[in-house]
């Protein structure tokens, strides 16, 4: 997932294939989501870890210096939000489901822990028992759910593979799902992807204009 360095990162991301004349470089992708929800049903000791211990992720280059610490999952905070606003809405039974607002999953941007972060004071009242009273151990505790959580992501029956082609793209939410590339030859050929983003906001505007458009149009045929 990209830039969870920023204060909003972006809801969408577009990749756009220019070159795939080398060997190798396909294209995998896996639903956070999915992951997330299984390590519910089955672990829910590591669901509340990932929902409360806060991570930093962090970019310093090029005289710039963005940093953020979020959960590895964001919850919507009340309620009486809009549905549209979380990922999970859109899944069969999710009235039984948390309300997700986003899943936040980028290693190579991942910062050192602040200060004291995992200690006693990191956590809630209602899961500190759950996670241990000491900083060692919560921080072991993190360990085991995020191997859970990446073993969930990487399993061969979670990960999309595919060769992008010339002139294709790819349009994926950026809160959900997770991407990455298989290794490719640097010799005898190229891989070029362009990407660009498109804000949630954005998004859900033009969606609601176009949704509203087809239900005039139905009215007005009646």
Known sequence: ????????????????????????????????????????????????????????????????????????IENVSSPHKDPHLYISESLEGSSSIPAIKAINWSPPFQAPFLFNIGGDASFSDSTRNTHGQNQSEAF?????????????????NAVFETKMEPGTAVIFDNRRIV????????????????????????FRSRLNVLAESKRNDRTSKK
């Open 1 to 72: 997932m990209d830039l969870l360095y920023t204060d909003y990162p972006p809801g969408w991301q577009i990749l756009h294939c220019l070159d795939a004349s080398t060997q190798g470089g396909e294209s995998l992708f896996s639903d956070a989501l999915r992951a997330i929800l299984q390590i519910k049903a089955s672990r829910p000791d590591h669901y509340a870890i990932l929902e409360e211990f806060p991570v930093t992720y962090k970019y310093r280059n090029n005289n710039e210096w963005y940093q953020q610490t979020r959960p590895h």
């Open 140 to 156: 072991h505790r993190y360990f085991d759910a995020i191997r859970n959580f990446k073993g969930q992501l990487e399993a061969g």
């Open 179 to 202: 991407h990455a590339r298989r290794a490719f030859e640097k010799r005898g050929g190229a891989r070029w992807l362009r990407g660009a983003y498109v804000d949630a906001d954005a």
